[in-house]
């Protein structure tokens, strides 16, 4: 069984900067990429900011 466990990611709802931004994209990126990678994937704390 593949296991993905995420944390600590601050996700933040508006971007202050082009580090959140370019942060932003590429977390939605790792998540669309990590489809049918694995079998369970926890979201384990501080996604959002």
Do not use: P, T, W
Not at 26 to 41: A, C, E, T
């Amino acid at each position: 069984m593949r296991i993905c466990v995420i944390s600590d990611v601050h996700f933040k709802y508006k971007h202050k900067s082009e580090a959140d931004r370019q942060n932003a994209a590429l977390f939605l990126y790792f998540l669309s990429s990590s489809v049918g990678r694995y079998d369970l994937m926890v979201l384990n704390g501080d996604i959002f900011d």
